[in-house]
């Protein structure tokens, strides 16, 4: 039997780096993508420099999967941009539209071009990635946090569109990991918003691909339109 196929997001640094790095380790074949080259090298995992702001090029690198592959069986939709916290009042365009060039358009078209290669088998699990942010209101994430609501609920309706193609559409949204981008914004914002959790710690990668691997499990096949709160907002 041919290995699963998932295809990751922003795989060069970050969370998406150990999404990659932990699934090549456990029996996927993995294909990353990134704006620069690979951060790292396996057997097991394949990397293509694309923007996921360019639709064509989105497209382009689902096509490759399909020609090189013919199957896609998870897509882990985690490319995104965090920007420092800064007040609506102060937030100027040229922050805004990358965030949602990148944090919606990106999804939304690694989303769409997932689904037309799954639905070829008629069978694929789609993991979209929020944010605690979401649910928290804090002040000065109003762009960043508009952007992760987005995705929640476009992932919601690709799931009920997709559903009779036998694919899944589910969100995870995690606390914090402690990534470089998240150290940069500061003790204070790190610690303020975790004393907002139940749980009140960081997440680990290991907590974040289990829960991956939730919904890319076969067992899985009724699950769908779901957000997976880890750490779960107060």
């Not at 290995?3 to 969370?15: D, H, N």
């Not at 690709?158 to 559409?169: N, Q, R, S, Y």
Request: glycine share 8%.
């Amino acid at each position: 039997m041919d290995r699963p196929v998932m295809a990751i997001t922003g795989t060069r640094t970050g969370a998406g780096r150990g999404i990659a790095e932990h699934f090549a380790a456990r029996g996927y074949m993995v294909a990353g993508c990134s704006r620069g080259p690979a951060g790292f090298a396996a057997e097991s995992y394949e990397h293509t420099q694309v923007d996921v702001c360019d639709e064509r090029q989105v497209a382009a690198w689902m096509r490759g999967i399909r020609n090189r592959h013919q199957r896609l069986d998870v897509l882990v939709a985690n490319a995104g941009l965090a920007p420092a916290a800064s007040l609506m009042m102060a937030t100027p365009g040229e922050v805004l539209e990358p965030l949602l060039r990148t944090n919606v358009c990106g999804t939304y078209y690694a989303c769409r071009e997932a689904a037309k290669v799954m639905a070829l088998r008629r069978s694929g699990r789609i993991v979209t990635v929020s944010s605690m942010a979401v649910g928290l209101h804090e002040e000065g994430t109003s762009a960043y946090s508009a952007s992760k609501s987005a995705v929640v609920e476009m992932t919601k309706i690709l799931a009920k569109e997709v559903a009779p193609l036998g694919i899944t559409c589910n969100v995870i949204a995690p606390s914090m990991l402690m990534t470089d981008a998240v150290r940069a914004l500061g003790e204070d914002v790190i610690k303020r918003a975790l004393s907002r959790l139940t749980i009140q710690r960081e997440v680990t990668i290991e907590e974040i691909c289990n829960a991956i691997a939730f919904f890319a499990a076969p067992e899985s096949a009724c699950i769908t339109g779901q957000v997976l709160h880890m750490g779960l907002v107060c």
